[in-house]
């Protein structure tokens, strides 16, 4: 038996998540599908960070155990053969696409999830009078005008370990609320504004309830110091609405140097290349 690790890069838009549903609309569901045919056996794998409906993917990593015998290429190009497949011949309308970047053998010890030290995750922000088409499903749009500086020094709250209580989703089934944010940056590259939040792990919709409390700030409805107050409050129903799906990219996860051999969080330069976004912007 063998422990495979894999890195994935997809498009959420249109499935309802990483998890395995019953009518098969979970990124899980194509790909232990896409497996099950290289290795002529079921297959379950595990992932670095369960992503909700419509959230993206730079780097995903999932492991799986399999007494199959392939070439590492097969792990990669036979199965993106395969999900290439599956996607023309069930021709879900709307829905994303997932590819594997990378494979190999690992420890039988390693676990996605469990051996992960921190996690990263960006925020994509259409900052605009009007969202462009090419950015749908691929941003959270918001019409008003920010203010940078204000949400910086309202993000400055948030770093540290914290009861995060504030920030996380009636339905969430974490046994605890605190979780240690590592940094949490904000740039803009009109009409973009990126967020990038490091942590040790996050509680459902932490980070979409953080980018819509750094939202009202930045528009001038509430003043910095509120995010403060919101934070020790503890209470999720004192907060704006949890913000859109469609901006959040799970940039990866970070093991131990000796874990894996390949990159295991990417920046959005790996889907934006340089120019691409234009220098960065003063506030």
Not at 42 to 47: F, K
Not at 103 to 120: D, M, P
């Amino acid at each position: 038996m063998s422990r495979i690790a894999l890195k994935l890069a997809y498009v959420g838009t249109g499935y309802r998540g990483w998890q395995t549903q019953l009518d098969g609309q979970g990124l899980q569901d194509d790909l232990e599908l896409a497996l099950a045919k290289i290795a002529l056996e079921p297959v379950r794998v595990v992932c670095a960070g369960r992503t909700d409906a419509d959230v993206h993917a730079l780097s995903q990593v999932v492991h799986f155990d399999t007494e199959a015998v392939r070439p590492l290429r097969a792990w990669v190009k036979g199965v993106n053969r395969c999900l290439a497949e599956h996607y023309e011949q069930v021709r879900r309308g709307g829905f994303g696409r997932m590819m594997v970047r990378e494979a190999e053998v690992t420890a039988a010890s390693f676990h996605a999830r469990f051996s992960a030290i921190a996690r990263t995750y960006y925020y994509v922000i259409y900052n605009d009078k009007d969202w462009h088409p090419h950015w749908i499903d691929r941003s959270g749009f918001y019409y008003r005008p920010l203010c940078l500086e204000a949400m910086k020094e309202a993000a400055s709250h948030l770093i540290g370990r914290h009861d995060f209580s504030s920030f996380r989703a009636a339905q969430c089934q974490a046994k605890s609320p605190v979780r240690s944010v590592h940094s949490l940056t904000i740039d803009a590259h009109r009409p973009l504004i990126l967020i990038k939040v490091k942590a040790d792990g996050f509680l459902h919709h932490m980070i979409r309830n953080m980018v819509g409390a750094l939202l009202a700030i930045g528009s001038g409805e509430e003043p910095p110091i509120r995010m403060r107050h919101w934070l020790k409050a503890a209470e999720r129903s004192l907060l704006p609405p949890t913000f859109a799906a469609g901006g959040l990219y799970f940039a990866g996860a970070n093991y131990a140097p000796d874990a894996l051999s390949f990159p295991t969080v990417s920046g959005m330069d790996e889907i934006f290349p340089a120019g691409c976004l234009g220098e960065r912007q003063t506030p």
